[in-house]
C-alpha cells in the first residue's frame, strides 16, 4: 500500500469518526435541551414555593452518583464532576432569574 493509498484510507476514516463525533454532539445538545425543560419547571416550582435556587445536599448527591457513572464508563470522573457543576451552575442561575423575574432571560 502506497503513502497515499495510507492518506486516503486515513482521510475517509477520519470523516467516518467526525460524522460520529457530530451525531453525538447532537444528541447532547438535545439531551441538554430536554434537561434544562425539566429544570426550569423545577425553578417554577421552588419560585412559588419559596424554596431556594440551590440545593447543596442534592448536588453532592449528584456529583457522587455522577462521578461514580463516569468511573463506570471509564470517563475522567474529575471532568465528569466539572461538567455537571457547570450545568448545575446554569440551572441555579435560571432558577434565581425565575425567582427574580418569572422568566430564564435567553441570550442568542
Do not use: Y
Not at 467526525?18 to 441538554?32: G, K
Not at 423545577?42 to 448527591?61: H, I, M, W
Amino acid at each position: 500500500m502506497s503513502m497515499n493509498d495510507e492518506a486516503e484510507e486515513a482521510s475517509a476514516e477520519l470523516t467516518s469518526l467526525r460524522r460520529s463525533i457530530d451525531n453525538i454532539d447532537a444528541a447532547l445538545i438535545h439531551l441538554l435541551a430536554e434537561r434544562f425543560k425539566f429544570t426550569q419547571t423545577v425553578g417554577r416550582l421552588k419560585a412559588s414555593t419559596g424554596l431556594p435556587a440551590s440545593d447543596p445536599g442534592r448536588e453532592k448527591v449528584q456529583i457522587a452518583r455522577l462521578r461514580a457513572l463516569a468511573e463506570d464508563a471509564r470517563l475522567d470522573p474529575a471532568f465528569a464532576e466539572k461538567f455537571l457543576n457547570f450545568i448545575v451552575a446554569e440551572v441555579i442561575h435560571h432558577h434565581e432569574q425565575i425567582a427574580s423575574t418569572g422568566a430564564i432571560e435567553t441570550q442568542k
